[in-house]
């Protein structure tokens, strides 16, 4: 069974850094474009990051840029987003998503995920 488990969120001041990890079960990261999306209250889910199937290729959302670092590591099938300078705006439920396509265009445009996590929550205060 394929499963996606988010951890890392919480509460914590602007400024501060998280590293947000999704391990998964059932496949390997590595054959996956992986992906970090987020939803704020009264918002949209949108595409924060992703990095392709072959685990050098990332790409960011132009607004975000910066601040966000994707990453996985293969021996421990887990994939990672770093978060530094976090602001008030970043306050959301950060979730992980794979497709399975080889797709480098959806990979880039964030689109096209089956899969997903839970989510985990992350809330940035002032």
């Known amino acids: 069974q394929v499963q996606l488990v988010e951890s890392g969120g919480g509460s914590v001041q602007a400024g501060g850094s998280l590293r947000l990890s999704c391990v998964a079960f059932g496949y390997s990261v590595s054959s996956y474009c992986m992906g970090w999306f987020r939803q704020a209250p009264g918002k949209e889910r949108e595409g924060v990051a992703s990095i392709y199937n072959d685990g050098r290729t990332t790409f960011y959302a132009d607004s975000l840029k910066g601040r966000f670092t994707i990453s996985r590591d293969n021996a421990k099938n887990t994939l990672y987003l770093q978060i530094d300078s976090l602001k008030p705006e970043d306050t959301a439920m950060y979730y992980c998503?794979?497709?399975?396509?080889?797709?480098?265009?959806?990979?880039?445009?964030?689109?096209?995920?089956?899969?997903w996590g839970q989510g985990t929550q992350v809330t940035v205060s002032s």
């Open positions: 998503a794979a497709n399975p396509s080889t797709s480098w265009v959806l990979c880039r445009d964030m689109r096209g995920f089956p899969l």
